[in-house]
């Protein structure tokens, strides 16, 4: 079995006064999605931002083998970790080129320009907007240039909150499908966490269902969706 | 005529030196939407270390870089001791922090260099350059005008065309995104500060070597005013904006004010209040800003 | 086992003690009137801090309009630098009634306080629509103008222009019935003690001194009592509210536009009786007792004492009052070169205050007491 690429174990994290994640263990190995499923208030933004390195956490968080708990986000950043929060992935009052540009902020490497062209040739309407500010594209388009911008960093792990809060149906289809193309091209592995437990299932390889900030079940993608108790709590049958 | 010229030729060489505080201003509210009250002393600080170097003999222009190097290095320590571990949303502690910026640089300044006025090196060539009937165009005039407009473009290419420009410009739009793509934002706004104090210090050496002022630790009291409101002017937030708000705010000192017969002349401080006033009210984003949204 | 009382809020033992503790200070109130009404002064190594009740009566007057801001900044949270403003216009108003019309100084408040009210509620208008930094960048230019405002020459006659308005024609005398020479001479008579007040009885300078303080200390009672019964009322839960989160406050109902208006007008109003009692201490209102250094220096004031803090403001008026007097007065400190001394080393010293305080006790010295009080206090079990 390959090393896993993030393990987390016994992650426990506060807001204020409450506890939002009460210790969760969860693996997930290169080349994988894996989809953290849960409710408004479950801590699966908490999850993701603790990985990250934005708030302070207890437990360990391991990145190919090495704790990174307590480092700064631009130093996990440069581990290869990238992130797209929710909503606000973009910076408004820059353009569409200059958002892709920043997403490079941490490498030195002459092929900036190839990776901007291949982000391009991944959403064309991007290319078409490169000059417009980011703050005029509508929310499909914001949540492009979001993932864009986060996979010009070379992540290995992209670490997604909700991709498809406040989209469009379509959209949010056209949007995951390219997260598998991505997947498969350039072998970046996944952290996506949903409310949207059809879609994110549909094109996951596992996933963990968190509760109140606890894990509640985990598996392969394809036993979730037939899991009686998730398909009552998120797929509505 | 003549004298209304005159009196446009005064605005635009006033407005320039106002619009150099102003773009200090606003390159730190964009950062931080923080408004620094303490700016004008640090530039009027930078001012004084340039007279001092000149003073021991330094050559005027190299003087002047090296304040400016000076107050910029100062700046950046300032926001990493004092302004960076308050959370840029909750306003008060700021303000206060930079009211007590300015109670401590005008201090020291007065204590290093006593409140006597001083004269300033004469930075620009003396003279008029132009004369036409009874308007005359000084070489100071003209090398005000013509620094501001040149620090402006060196600021823009500076935030438009080099990395840490667009970092500065990243963090000032988005926060959170920023650092989530490696952007340290620490010393990213610590170049905010040390470019708005260099920037700063320049236009408070300008304003000092008007041949018709002397540099003094209170000469920025009056000019924060003018430069504020050129900023609000402005929007805060744009850097050419700040240019014409500089402007506007010169021209009502010295056109607006002269002409209005129930406005007497030394109420161009009062007069600038008021135009703040109207900006604030009718149009809290400013003239060129961009509008905010509002989260709760 | 705690052998400690813990007298319960609302019982009878609780009111008493309340009694006792307040009668306690209006004594040592009147004690130190009495001690300091000569010219007092304290010797440390070779420099001399004057301490005499010209200082505390300004020190009244800076504490009334920190009030001010306590009302505007610590309970409504709004950013309102300009408070020298006010402090101006109230002394102005009184000093023109006093000096151009003889107006009694008690009777020249009862058009200080609605007139400072309404400016305050005016001025507070655009406040509706601009907030937190641009609010505090507009009154702070308005601090700023007030001085260029009462050198107008078309305000001559009534303002004096830059040489200011003298009061002097108005005296303080102190009502016969007042036995301040009697409790004079029986504190001096007092044993050990006797020394601190002076010799013989007081002559007529220093019984109109005393009379003012007394009278400026009953006119901060008052308004500390307002303030307190304000805050504690409907549109002071108001104002809290809004401090606290104006959207929310929105929401559940509280008229925005009311509350704040209002709390501007009982800031300067506030402003405006500190002023008025400031020009009543010093004989005369000029332009540059009301810079816009003043107003900072309100503001360290109203920092230092603890922002939402009442006693706060008594703190900060003391400091206020005291600090850059006592600075200018140390002629020698060792190992503090002279040119030090010599410049605005008050200045210096209250910005400092000002940035420490904020950096390291964001309450202020008031809530900085409190906490050290809880921490010194042993967990004890509560009487119920």
Same mark, same amino acid.
């Given at each position: =079995?390959?090393?896993?690429?993030?393990?987390?174990?016994?992650?426990?994290?506060?807001?204020?006064?409450?506890?939002?994640?009460?210790?969760?263990?969860?693996?997930?190995?290169?080349?994988?999605?894996?989809?953290?499923?849960?409710?408004?208030?479950?801590?699966?933004?908490?999850?993701?931002?603790?990985?990250?390195? =934005?708030?302070?956490?207890?437990?360990?968080?391991?990145?190919?083998?090495?704790?990174?708990?307590?480092?700064?986000?631009?130093?996990?950043?440069?581990?290869?970790?990238?992130?797209?929060?929710?909503?606000?992935?973009?910076?408004?009052?820059?353009?569409?080129?200059?958002?892709?540009?920043?997403?490079?902020?941490?490498?030195?490497?002459?092929?900036?320009?190839?990776?901007?062209?291949?982000?391009?040739?991944?959403?064309?309407?991007?290319?078409?907007?490169?000059?417009?500010?980011?703050?005029?594209?509508?929310?499909?388009?914001?949540?492009? *240039?979001?993932?864009?911008?986060?996979?010009?960093?070379?992540?290995?792990?992209? *670490? =997604?909150?909700?991709?498809?809060?406040?989209?469009?149906?379509?959209?949010?289809?056209?949007?995951?499908?390219?997260?598998?193309?991505?997947?498969?091209?350039?072998?970046?592995? =996944?952290?996506?966490?949903?409310?949207?437990?059809?879609?994110?299932?549909?094109?996951?390889?596992?996933?963990?269902?968190?509760?109140?900030?606890?894990?509640?079940?985990?598996?392969?993608?394809?036993?979730?969706?037939?899991?009686?108790?998730?398909?009552?709590?998120?797929?509505?049958? | 005529?003549?004298?209304?010229?005159?009196?446009?030729?005064? %605005?635009?060489?006033?407005?320039?030196?106002? %619009?150099?505080?102003?773009?200090?201003?606003?390159?730190?509210?964009?950062?931080?939407?923080?408004?620094?009250?303490?700016?004008?002393?640090?530039?009027?600080?930078?001012?004084?270390?340039?007279?001092?170097?000149? @003073?021991?003999?330094?050559?005027?222009?190299?003087?002047?870089?090296?304040?400016?190097?000076?107050?910029?290095?100062?700046?950046?320590?300032?926001?990493?001791?004092?302004?960076?571990?308050?959370?840029?949303?909750?306003?008060?502690?700021?303000?206060?922090?930079?009211?007590?910026?300015?109670?401590?640089?005008?201090?020291?300044?007065?204590?290093?260099?006593?409140?006597?006025?001083? !004269?300033?090196?004469?930075?620009?060539?003396?003279? @008029?350059?132009?004369?036409?009937?009874?308007?005359?165009?000084?070489?100071?005039?003209?090398?005000?005008?013509?620094?501001?407009?040149?620090?402006?473009?060196?600021?823009?290419?500076?935030?438009?065309?080099?990395?840490?420009?667009?970092?500065?410009?990243?963090? !000032?739009? @988005?926060?959170? !995104?920023?650092?989530?793509?490696?952007?340290?934002?620490?010393?990213?706004?610590?170049?905010?500060?040390?470019?708005?104090?260099?920037?700063?210090?320049?236009? %408070?050496?300008?304003?000092?070597?008007?041949?018709?002022?002397?540099?003094?630790?209170?000469?920025?009291?009056? %000019?924060?005013?003018?430069?504020?409101?050129?900023?609000?002017?402005?929007?805060?937030?744009?850097?050419?904006?700040?240019?014409?708000?500089?402007?506007?705010?010169?021209?009502?000192?010295?056109?607006?004010?002269?002409?209005?017969?129930?406005?007497? @002349?030394?109420?161009?401080?009062?007069?600038?209040?008021?135009?703040?006033?109207?900006?604030?009210?009718?149009?809290?984003?400013?003239?060129?800003?961009?509008?905010?949204?509002?989260?709760? | 086992?705690?052998?400690?009382?813990?007298?319960?809020?609302?019982?009878?033992?609780?009111?008493?003690?309340?009694?006792?503790?307040?009668?306690?200070?209006?004594?040592?109130?009147?004690?130190?009137?009495?001690?300091?009404?000569?010219?007092?002064?304290?010797?440390?190594?070779?420099?001399?801090?004057?301490?005499?009740?010209?200082?505390?009566?300004?020190?009244?007057?800076?504490?009334?309009?920190?009030?001010?801001?306590?009302?505007?900044?610590?309970?409504?949270?709004?950013?309102?630098?300009?408070?020298?403003?006010?402090?101006? +216009?109230?002394?102005?108003?009184?000093?023109?009634?006093?000096?151009?019309?003889?107006?009694?100084?008690?009777?020249?408040?009862?058009?200080?306080?609605?007139?400072?009210?309404?400016?305050?509620?005016?001025?507070?208008?655009?406040?509706?629509?601009?907030?937190?930094?641009?609010?505090?960048?507009?009154?702070?230019?308005?601090?700023?103008?007030?001085?260029?405002?009462?050198?107008?020459?078309?305000?001559? +006659?009534? +303002?004096?222009?830059?040489?200011?308005?003298?009061?002097?024609?108005?005296?303080?005398?102190?009502?016969?019935?007042?036995?301040?020479?009697?409790?004079?001479?029986?504190?001096?008579?007092?044993?050990?003690?006797?020394?601190?007040?002076?010799?013989?009885?007081?002559?007529?300078?220093?019984?109109?001194? &005393?009379?003012?303080?007394?009278?400026?200390?009953?006119?901060?009672?008052?308004?500390?009592?307002?303030?307190?019964?304000?805050?504690?009322?409907?549109?002071?839960?108001?104002?809290?509210?809004?401090?606290?989160?104006?959207?929310?406050?929105?929401?559940?109902?509280?008229?925005?536009?009311?509350?704040?208006?209002?709390?501007?007008?009982?800031?300067?109003?506030?402003?405006?009786?500190?002023?008025?009692?400031?020009?009543?201490?010093?004989?005369?209102?000029?332009?540059?007792?009301?810079?816009?250094?003043?107003?900072?220096?309100?503001?360290?004031?109203?920092?230092?004492?603890?922002?939402?803090?009442?006693?706060?403001?008594?703190?900060?008026?003391?400091?206020?009052?005291?600090?850059?007097?006592?600075?200018?007065?140390?002629?020698?400190?060792?190992?503090?070169?002279?040119?030090?001394?010599?410049?605005?080393?008050?200045?210096?010293?209250?910005?400092?205050?000002?940035?420490?305080?904020?950096?390291? &006790?964001?309450?202020?010295?008031?809530?900085?007491?409190?906490?050290?009080?809880?921490?010194?206090?042993?967990?004890?079990?509560?009487?119920?």
């Amino acid at each position: =079995m390959t090393s896993p690429i993030l393990h987390v174990e016994d992650l426990k994290a506060t807001y204020g006064p409450v506890q939002v994640l009460h210790g969760i263990d969860f693996t997930v190995f290169p080349k994988e999605i894996v989809v953290v499923l849960g409710a408004n208030g479950a801590g699966k933004t908490t999850t993701l931002r603790s990985i990250s390195g =934005m708030i302070q956490t207890s437990g360990r968080i391991e990145l190919n083998g090495e704790e990174t708990r307590n480092l700064t986000p631009s130093e996990i950043v440069r581990r290869g970790v990238a992130h797209v929060p929710q909503g606000r992935g973009t910076f408004p009052e820059l353009t569409v080129e200059e958002n892709l540009k920043v997403g490079a902020f941490i490498r030195t490497d002459k092929d900036i320009k190839i990776d901007i062209d291949t982000c391009y040739e991944n959403y064309p309407v991007l290319y078409e907007r490169k000059t417009q500010m980011a703050g005029s594209l509508s929310g499909g388009e914001q949540q492009m *240039l979001a993932v864009s911008r986060a996979l010009m960093s070379r992540p290995q792990l992209l *670490l =997604m909150d909700e991709p498809s809060l406040g989209l469009a149906p379509q959209i949010v289809e056209d949007l995951f499908t390219r997260f598998v193309a991505i997947n498969r091209e350039q072998e970046t592995t =996944m952290l996506i966490v949903e409310q949207n437990a059809q879609l994110a299932l549909d094109i996951a390889n596992r996933g963990y269902v968190l509760e109140s900030g606890r894990i509640s079940v985990e598996g392969k993608a394809e036993e979730l969706i037939n899991d009686d108790a998730i398909r009552r709590a998120y797929l509505g049958a | 005529m003549d004298l209304f010229l005159q009196r446009v030729v005064d %605005a635009i060489t006033n407005g320039s030196t106002y %619009a150099l505080i102003a773009v200090a201003m606003v390159l730190i509210f964009k950062a931080t939407t923080l408004i620094n009250f303490a700016q004008g002393e640090q530039a009027m600080l930078g001012a004084f270390a340039v007279l001092q170097l000149w @003073n021991w003999g330094i050559p005027m222009w190299g003087a002047v870089i090296i304040g400016m190097l000076f107050s910029g290095i100062l700046a950046a320590g300032l926001e990493r001791a004092f302004i960076r571990k308050f959370d840029p949303a909750d306003h008060l502690p700021l303000v206060i922090i930079t009211l007590g910026l300015f109670l401590v640089i005008n201090a020291v300044a007065a204590i290093i260099w006593r409140f006597d006025p001083q !004269s300033f090196p004469q930075l620009f060539p003396s003279g @008029n350059a132009f004369t036409y009937n009874n308007v005359r165009l000084s070489w100071y005039s003209i090398f005000a005008f013509g620094s501001c407009v040149l620090v402006l473009f060196v600021l823009q290419t500076l935030l438009t065309r080099t990395k840490i420009g667009l970092a500065f410009r990243a963090v !000032s739009s @988005n926060l959170e !995104s920023s650092r989530l793509s490696g952007i340290k934002i620490g010393p990213t706004l610590q170049f905010g500060w040390a470019l708005a104090a260099a920037a700063g210090t320049l236009g %408070a050496s300008i304003y000092a070597a008007n041949p018709v002022l002397q540099i003094e630790p209170s000469m920025m009291l009056r %000019a924060l005013i003018f430069s504020v409101t050129a900023a609000a002017l402005g929007g805060l937030d744009s850097l050419w904006g700040a240019l014409i708000g500089g402007l506007t705010i010169g021209f009502v000192q010295s056109v607006v004010v002269q002409y209005i017969p129930f406005i007497p @002349n030394e109420m161009s401080l009062s007069a600038a209040v008021v135009v703040l006033l109207i900006v604030l009210t009718l149009r809290p984003s400013g003239v060129l800003g961009t509008r905010a949204v509002e989260r709760v | 086992m705690a052998s400690k009382i813990q007298i319960s809020n609302g019982t009878r033992t609780y009111r008493n003690s309340r009694i006792v503790m307040w009668a306690c200070f209006v004594i040592s109130l009147l004690l130190i009137a009495f001690a300091y009404v000569d010219v007092g002064t304290i010797s440390i190594g070779s420099n001399n801090y004057n301490l005499s009740l010209i200082r505390l009566n300004k020190a009244i007057a800076y504490t009334i309009a920190i009030l001010g801001l306590q009302v505007v900044i610590g309970y409504t949270g709004q950013i309102a630098l300009g408070q020298s403003f006010f402090f101006g +216009t109230g002394a102005y108003i009184s000093a023109w009634l006093i000096a151009d019309h003889s107006w009694p100084f008690l009777v020249t408040l009862l058009i200080v306080i609605p007139s400072c009210f309404i400016i305050g509620m005016v001025l507070g208008l655009p406040a509706l629509r601009i907030r937190g930094l641009y609010l505090a960048l507009l009154t702070f230019g308005l601090a700023a103008v007030f001085p260029s405002i009462v050198k107008l020459d078309k305000l001559y +006659t009534y +303002t004096g222009g830059a040489g200011g308005k003298l009061t002097s024609n108005y005296k303080f005398i102190a009502p016969a019935w007042l036995p301040f020479d009697e409790v004079a001479q029986a504190l001096q008579k007092l044993p050990i003690l006797g020394g601190f007040f002076g010799d013989g009885p007081l002559s007529n300078r220093e019984e109109s001194r &005393l009379w003012k303080f007394i009278l400026f200390c009953v006119i901060a009672g008052i308004c500390f009592w307002l303030v307190y019964n304000l805050i504690h009322s409907r549109p002071g839960r108001a104002m809290r509210a809004i401090r606290d989160n104006e959207t929310s406050a929105a929401v559940s109902g509280i008229n925005l536009a009311i509350t704040k208006t209002l709390s501007f007008g009982v800031a300067s109003a506030l402003g405006g009786v500190g002023g008025a009692i400031y020009v009543a201490e010093v004989g005369i209102a000029s332009p540059d007792d009301f810079s816009s250094l003043v107003a900072i220096y309100l503001i360290v004031g109203l920092v230092v004492g603890g922002v939402g803090t009442l006693p706060g403001a008594v703190l900060g008026g003391l400091i206020y009052a005291l600090v850059p007097d006592w600075a200018s007065s140390t002629q020698s400190i060792s190992f503090v070169p002279q040119r030090w001394l010599q410049g605005p080393t008050g200045s210096l010293i209250l910005g400092l205050l000002l940035i420490i305080l904020t950096l390291f &006790l964001p309450g202020g010295m008031v809530t900085g007491w409190r906490k050290l009080k809880n921490r010194l206090k042993p967990t004890e079990v509560r009487a119920s």
